[in-house]
Protein backbone atom coordinates (compact mmCIF):
# COMPACT_ATOMS: atom_id res chain seq x y z
CA UNK A 1 0.00 0.00 0.00
CA UNK A 2 1.11 3.49 -0.68
CA UNK A 3 2.37 5.49 2.03
CA UNK A 4 0.05 7.52 4.16
CA UNK A 5 -0.67 11.21 3.63
CA UNK A 6 -1.74 12.82 6.72
CA UNK A 7 -3.64 16.14 6.99
CA UNK A 8 -4.06 17.79 10.71
CA UNK A 9 -6.61 20.19 10.26
CA UNK A 10 -5.68 22.94 13.62
CA UNK A 11 -2.11 21.98 13.45
CA UNK A 12 -1.53 25.81 15.27
CA UNK A 13 -3.01 24.84 18.05
CA UNK A 14 -2.30 23.82 21.53
CA UNK A 15 -2.18 20.39 20.49
CA UNK A 16 -1.81 20.83 16.49
CA UNK A 17 1.44 22.24 16.41
CA UNK A 18 2.92 19.12 19.23
CA UNK A 19 1.11 16.21 17.08
CA UNK A 20 1.88 17.70 14.01
CA UNK A 21 5.69 17.27 15.05
CA UNK A 22 5.31 14.13 16.50
CA UNK A 23 3.26 12.66 13.00
CA UNK A 24 6.47 14.12 10.79
CA UNK A 25 8.78 12.18 13.11
CA UNK A 26 7.22 9.02 12.10
CA UNK A 27 5.45 9.11 8.39
CA UNK A 28 8.54 11.90 7.08
CA UNK A 29 7.78 15.73 7.03
CA UNK A 30 6.28 15.83 3.41
CA UNK A 31 3.69 13.27 4.43
CA UNK A 32 2.20 15.09 6.81
CA UNK A 33 0.52 18.70 5.74
CA UNK A 34 -0.26 21.21 8.26
CA UNK A 35 -3.24 23.53 7.86
CA UNK A 36 -5.12 25.73 10.23
CA UNK A 37 -7.48 28.89 9.58
CA UNK A 38 -4.99 31.29 11.47
CA UNK A 39 -1.13 31.74 10.30
CA UNK A 40 1.34 29.22 10.57
CA UNK A 41 3.10 28.63 14.28
CA UNK A 42 6.40 29.35 13.95
CA UNK A 43 7.44 26.09 15.70
CA UNK A 44 6.16 24.76 12.91
CA UNK A 45 8.68 26.95 9.92
CA UNK A 46 10.30 25.00 7.90
CA UNK A 47 9.58 21.34 9.20
CA UNK A 48 7.35 20.36 6.12
CA UNK A 49 4.23 21.59 4.32
CA UNK A 50 1.32 24.30 5.44
CA UNK A 51 -1.90 25.11 3.69
CA UNK A 52 -4.07 27.82 5.04
CA UNK A 53 -7.56 25.75 5.52
CA UNK A 54 -11.00 26.69 6.80
CA UNK A 55 -12.42 23.06 8.11
CA UNK A 56 -16.35 24.65 7.45
CA UNK A 57 -15.34 25.24 3.65
CA UNK A 58 -16.06 21.97 2.60
CA UNK A 59 -15.54 22.39 -1.34
CA UNK A 60 -11.70 23.84 -0.49
CA UNK A 61 -11.29 21.17 2.15
CA UNK A 62 -12.24 18.35 -0.56
CA UNK A 63 -10.39 19.85 -2.95
CA UNK A 64 -7.38 19.98 -0.73
CA UNK A 65 -7.55 16.24 0.09
CA UNK A 66 -7.72 15.34 -3.46
CA UNK A 67 -5.10 17.57 -4.23
CA UNK A 68 -2.60 16.34 -2.21
CA UNK A 69 -3.44 12.42 -2.38
CA UNK A 70 -4.97 12.58 1.57
CA UNK A 71 -5.04 9.09 3.49
CA UNK A 72 -5.56 10.09 6.70
CA UNK A 73 -7.26 13.61 8.64
CA UNK A 74 -7.18 14.25 12.34
CA UNK A 75 -9.33 17.26 13.30
CA UNK A 76 -8.20 19.30 15.64
CA UNK A 77 -10.03 22.49 15.16
CA UNK A 78 -12.48 23.14 17.36
CA UNK A 79 -13.97 25.87 19.93
CA UNK A 80 -13.11 24.87 23.29
CA UNK A 81 -15.07 25.14 26.66
CA UNK A 82 -15.03 28.70 28.02
CA UNK A 83 -14.77 30.52 24.62
CA UNK A 84 -17.87 28.16 23.97
CA UNK A 85 -19.62 29.46 26.77
CA UNK A 86 -19.71 32.84 25.25
CA UNK A 87 -20.22 32.09 22.13
CA UNK A 88 -22.36 28.77 21.94
CA UNK A 89 -23.96 29.48 17.87
CA UNK A 90 -20.32 29.62 17.13
CA UNK A 91 -19.10 26.85 18.90
CA UNK A 92 -22.03 24.14 17.84
CA UNK A 93 -21.66 25.20 14.39
CA UNK A 94 -17.97 24.98 13.92
CA UNK A 95 -17.60 21.75 16.42
CA UNK A 96 -20.48 20.38 14.16
CA UNK A 97 -20.21 21.44 10.98
CA UNK A 98 -16.47 20.66 10.79
CA UNK A 99 -16.48 16.84 11.76
CA UNK A 100 -19.59 16.36 9.42
CA UNK A 101 -17.56 18.00 6.74
CA UNK A 102 -14.59 16.06 7.70
CA UNK A 103 -16.59 13.10 7.43
CA UNK A 104 -18.31 13.26 4.15
CA UNK A 105 -15.38 13.55 2.76
CA UNK A 106 -13.45 10.94 4.41
CA UNK A 107 -16.73 8.45 3.44
CA UNK A 108 -16.96 9.72 -0.19
CA UNK A 109 -12.42 9.84 -1.00
CA UNK A 110 -12.01 6.57 1.19
CA UNK A 111 -9.22 7.81 3.33
CA UNK A 112 -8.36 5.26 5.47
CA UNK A 113 -8.55 6.84 8.92
CA UNK A 114 -9.96 9.66 10.67
CA UNK A 115 -9.10 11.08 14.27
CA UNK A 116 -11.07 13.16 15.70
CA UNK A 117 -11.04 14.29 19.49
CA UNK A 118 -13.55 14.30 22.65
CA UNK A 119 -13.24 16.05 26.05
CA UNK A 120 -13.68 15.12 29.79
CA UNK A 121 -16.37 17.76 29.01
CA UNK A 122 -18.86 15.31 27.97
CA UNK A 123 -19.22 14.57 31.23
CA UNK A 124 -22.39 16.49 33.84
CA UNK A 125 -22.74 17.15 37.30
CA UNK A 126 -24.62 13.26 37.11
CA UNK A 127 -21.36 11.47 36.18
CA UNK A 128 -19.75 8.91 38.88
CA UNK A 129 -16.88 11.41 39.99
CA UNK A 130 -14.06 8.57 40.86
CA UNK A 131 -13.15 5.91 38.25
CA UNK A 132 -15.51 6.95 35.70
CA UNK A 133 -16.25 4.34 33.57
CA UNK A 134 -16.44 3.84 29.39
CA UNK A 135 -20.02 3.71 30.18
CA UNK A 136 -21.97 5.68 32.05
CA UNK A 137 -24.77 8.53 32.66
CA UNK A 138 -23.39 11.28 30.66
CA UNK A 139 -25.91 14.40 30.52
CA UNK A 140 -23.38 17.07 29.73
CA UNK A 141 -24.38 21.31 30.74
CA UNK A 142 -22.07 23.28 28.16
CA UNK A 143 -22.10 24.02 24.38
CA UNK A 144 -18.94 22.22 23.89
CA UNK A 145 -19.95 19.14 25.88
CA UNK A 146 -22.93 18.42 24.10
CA UNK A 147 -21.06 19.09 20.78
CA UNK A 148 -18.36 16.56 21.61
CA UNK A 149 -20.68 14.29 23.07
CA UNK A 150 -23.16 14.44 19.66
CA UNK A 151 -19.72 13.94 18.23
CA UNK A 152 -19.04 10.80 19.51
CA UNK A 153 -22.29 9.92 18.35
CA UNK A 154 -21.43 10.89 14.76
CA UNK A 155 -18.32 8.92 14.55
CA UNK A 156 -20.02 6.08 15.39
CA UNK A 157 -22.41 6.65 13.14
CA UNK A 158 -20.34 7.30 10.25
CA UNK A 159 -18.35 3.97 11.01
CA UNK A 160 -21.46 1.94 11.34
CA UNK A 161 -23.69 2.86 7.81
CA UNK A 162 -20.78 3.90 6.04
CA UNK A 163 -17.20 1.89 7.27
CA UNK A 164 -15.88 5.06 7.98
CA UNK A 165 -12.24 4.14 10.20
CA UNK A 166 -12.63 7.11 12.60
CA UNK A 167 -10.99 6.92 16.27
CA UNK A 168 -11.19 9.07 19.02
CA UNK A 169 -9.96 9.73 22.47
CA UNK A 170 -11.82 11.86 25.75
CA UNK A 171 -8.92 14.24 26.47
CA UNK A 172 -8.77 15.48 29.59
CA UNK A 173 -6.91 19.28 30.25
CA UNK A 174 -3.66 18.99 28.77
CA UNK A 175 -0.32 20.84 30.26
CA UNK A 176 1.87 21.35 27.55
CA UNK A 177 4.66 24.32 27.51
CA UNK A 178 5.62 24.23 23.66
CA UNK A 179 2.20 26.18 22.61
CA UNK A 180 -0.74 27.73 24.39
CA UNK A 181 -4.15 26.84 25.14
CA UNK A 182 -6.69 28.05 23.42
CA UNK A 183 -9.62 28.58 25.43
CA UNK A 184 -10.35 25.98 27.81
CA UNK A 185 -11.60 25.64 31.56
CA UNK A 186 -8.40 23.47 32.25
CA UNK A 187 -6.25 26.30 30.79
CA UNK A 188 -5.18 27.55 34.40
CA UNK A 189 -2.57 24.86 34.75
CA UNK A 190 -0.54 26.06 31.97
CA UNK A 191 -0.85 29.66 32.39
CA UNK A 192 -0.02 29.13 36.21
CA UNK A 193 3.45 27.73 35.03
CA UNK A 194 4.22 30.76 33.05
CA UNK A 195 2.70 33.30 35.32
CA UNK A 196 5.09 31.53 38.56
CA UNK A 197 8.29 31.90 36.22
CA UNK A 198 7.27 35.58 35.02
CA UNK A 199 5.50 37.16 37.87
CA UNK A 200 6.13 34.96 40.99
CA UNK A 201 1.93 34.93 41.44
CA UNK A 202 -0.64 33.87 39.42
CA UNK A 203 -5.04 34.99 40.07
CA UNK A 204 -6.78 32.14 39.45
CA UNK A 205 -10.27 31.95 38.02
CA UNK A 206 -11.34 28.75 39.55
CA UNK A 207 -11.52 28.51 43.45
CA UNK A 208 -8.62 26.40 44.98
CA UNK A 209 -10.84 23.23 45.74
CA UNK A 210 -11.45 22.59 42.45
CA UNK A 211 -10.24 19.10 40.97
CA UNK A 212 -9.91 18.85 36.90
CA UNK A 213 -8.87 15.71 35.29
CA UNK A 214 -5.49 16.23 33.77
CA UNK A 215 -2.59 15.14 31.12
CA UNK A 216 0.92 15.76 29.87
CA UNK A 217 0.84 16.97 26.25
CA UNK A 218 3.70 14.07 25.73
CA UNK A 219 1.17 11.31 27.16
CA UNK A 220 -1.96 12.46 25.28
CA UNK A 221 0.36 12.90 21.99
CA UNK A 222 1.65 8.94 22.59
CA UNK A 223 -2.18 7.48 23.45
CA UNK A 224 -3.08 9.01 20.01
CA UNK A 225 -0.58 7.84 17.73
CA UNK A 226 -0.92 4.36 19.32
CA UNK A 227 -4.77 4.63 19.16
CA UNK A 228 -4.60 5.51 15.41
CA UNK A 229 -1.99 2.72 14.74
CA UNK A 230 -3.66 -0.22 16.43
CA UNK A 231 -5.47 -2.02 13.72
CA UNK A 232 -8.95 -1.90 13.24
CA UNK A 233 -9.94 -5.31 14.45
CA UNK A 234 -9.02 -4.44 17.73
CA UNK A 235 -10.78 -1.02 18.14
CA UNK A 236 -14.10 -1.58 19.61
CA UNK A 237 -15.29 1.75 21.23
CA UNK A 238 -16.35 3.81 17.67
CA UNK A 239 -17.69 6.53 20.21
CA UNK A 240 -14.42 7.92 21.84
CA UNK A 241 -11.97 6.15 24.63
CA UNK A 242 -11.81 7.61 27.84
CA UNK A 243 -8.46 7.98 28.79
CA UNK A 244 -6.78 9.54 31.96
CA UNK A 245 -4.03 10.82 33.85
CA UNK A 246 -3.88 12.75 36.87
CA UNK A 247 -6.42 14.85 38.59
CA UNK A 248 -5.63 17.87 40.83
CA UNK A 249 -6.51 21.56 42.45
CA UNK A 250 -5.42 24.62 41.36
CA UNK A 251 -4.06 24.64 45.89
CA UNK A 252 -2.55 21.90 45.23
CA UNK A 253 -0.53 23.06 41.88
CA UNK A 254 0.74 25.46 43.42
CA UNK A 255 2.02 24.10 46.49
CA UNK A 256 4.20 21.79 43.84
CA UNK A 257 5.50 24.86 42.71
CA UNK A 258 6.31 27.11 45.81
CA UNK A 259 8.90 23.95 46.42
CA UNK A 260 10.49 25.61 43.64
CA UNK A 261 9.74 28.70 43.65
CA UNK A 262 9.23 29.70 47.04
CA UNK A 263 8.14 33.36 47.06
CA UNK A 264 5.29 32.30 44.74
CA UNK A 265 1.64 33.49 45.28
CA UNK A 266 -1.83 32.27 44.49
CA UNK A 267 -5.24 34.12 44.73
CA UNK A 268 -8.39 32.96 43.66
CA UNK A 269 -10.65 34.94 40.98
CA UNK A 270 -13.34 32.66 40.26
CA UNK A 271 -15.24 33.84 37.04
CA UNK A 272 -18.21 32.17 34.77
CA UNK A 273 -15.12 29.35 34.01
CA UNK A 274 -15.85 28.13 37.54
CA UNK A 275 -19.18 27.21 36.31
CA UNK A 276 -17.82 25.06 34.00
CA UNK A 277 -15.71 23.41 35.43
CA UNK A 278 -18.09 22.40 38.53
CA UNK A 279 -20.54 21.94 36.14
CA UNK A 280 -18.96 19.63 32.89
CA UNK A 281 -15.47 19.06 34.05
CA UNK A 282 -14.98 18.78 38.29
CA UNK A 283 -14.42 15.07 38.05
CA UNK A 284 -11.81 13.99 40.04
CA UNK A 285 -10.66 10.91 37.68
CA UNK A 286 -7.86 8.49 39.21
CA UNK A 287 -5.97 6.45 36.36
CA UNK A 288 -8.64 4.04 34.91
CA UNK A 289 -7.97 3.56 31.35
CA UNK A 290 -4.52 4.82 31.10
CA UNK A 291 -1.44 4.70 28.52
CA UNK A 292 0.64 3.71 30.71
CA UNK A 293 -1.01 0.03 30.62
CA UNK A 294 -1.37 -0.04 27.51
CA UNK A 295 -5.51 -1.38 27.95
CA UNK A 296 -7.00 1.41 25.92
CA UNK A 297 -7.96 -0.79 23.21
P1 LIG B 1 -6.75 25.10 20.08
O1 LIG B 1 -7.85 26.10 20.24
O2 LIG B 1 -5.45 25.36 20.73
O3 LIG B 1 -6.48 24.82 18.54
C1 LIG B 1 -7.51 24.73 17.59
C2 LIG B 1 -6.98 25.22 16.27
O4 LIG B 1 -8.03 25.15 15.31
C3 LIG B 1 -6.53 26.69 16.32
O5 LIG B 1 -5.21 26.82 15.85
C4 LIG B 1 -7.52 27.41 15.42
O6 LIG B 1 -6.96 28.48 14.68
C5 LIG B 1 -7.96 26.28 14.48
N1 LIG B 1 -9.25 26.56 13.86
C6 LIG B 1 -10.33 27.15 14.43
N2 LIG B 1 -11.33 27.26 13.55
C7 LIG B 1 -10.87 26.70 12.39
C8 LIG B 1 -11.44 26.50 11.12
N3 LIG B 1 -12.69 26.92 10.84
N4 LIG B 1 -10.70 25.88 10.16
C9 LIG B 1 -9.44 25.46 10.43
N5 LIG B 1 -8.84 25.65 11.61
C10 LIG B 1 -9.55 26.26 12.59
O7 LIG B 1 -7.36 23.69 20.57
P2 LIG B 1 -6.56 22.43 21.12
O8 LIG B 1 -6.44 22.57 22.58
O9 LIG B 1 -5.36 22.17 20.30
O10 LIG B 1 -7.67 21.30 20.88
C11 LIG B 1 -7.69 20.50 19.71
C12 LIG B 1 -8.83 19.51 19.84
O11 LIG B 1 -8.66 18.73 21.03
C13 LIG B 1 -10.22 20.17 19.97
O12 LIG B 1 -11.17 19.36 19.34
C14 LIG B 1 -10.46 20.16 21.46
O13 LIG B 1 -11.82 20.16 21.76
C15 LIG B 1 -9.81 18.85 21.86
N6 LIG B 1 -9.44 18.81 23.27
C16 LIG B 1 -8.46 19.62 23.76
C17 LIG B 1 -8.12 19.55 25.10
C18 LIG B 1 -7.03 20.40 25.68
O14 LIG B 1 -6.84 20.41 26.90
N7 LIG B 1 -6.28 21.14 24.86
C19 LIG B 1 -8.81 18.67 25.95
C20 LIG B 1 -9.84 17.90 25.42
C21 LIG B 1 -10.14 17.94 24.08
N1 LIG C 1 -9.11 21.66 27.94
C1 LIG C 1 -10.44 21.54 27.45
C2 LIG C 1 -11.32 22.62 27.98
O1 LIG C 1 -11.15 23.00 29.14
C3 LIG C 1 -11.02 20.20 27.83
O2 LIG C 1 -11.76 19.74 26.76
O3 LIG C 1 -12.14 23.08 27.26
Given amino acids: MAKDKIL ?12 TMALRK ?7 IASDLREQNPLLQGTGPYVSLDVMNKEMLHVQVIRQNI ?27 GLLNVLDIAREEKLHKVYWPSSIAVF ?12 TIIEPTTVYGISKYAGEFWCNYYHQRFGVDVRSI ?25 EAMEEKKYECFLQEDTYLPMMYMPDAIRGTI ?16 NLSGMSFSPKEIAAAIQKHIPDFT ?10 IGHKALMIPWPVTIGVGNRSMI
Fill in 8 to 19: VIGASGQIGVEL
Fill in 26 to 32: IYGNANV
Fill in 71 to 97: TQIYLLAAILSATGEKNPNLAWNLNMT
Fill in 124 to 135: GPTSPRQNCPQQ
Fill in 170 to 194: RYPGLISYKSAPGGGTTDYSVEIFH
Fill in 226 to 241: ELMEAPASKISVRHSY
Fill in 266 to 275: ISYKPDYRQH
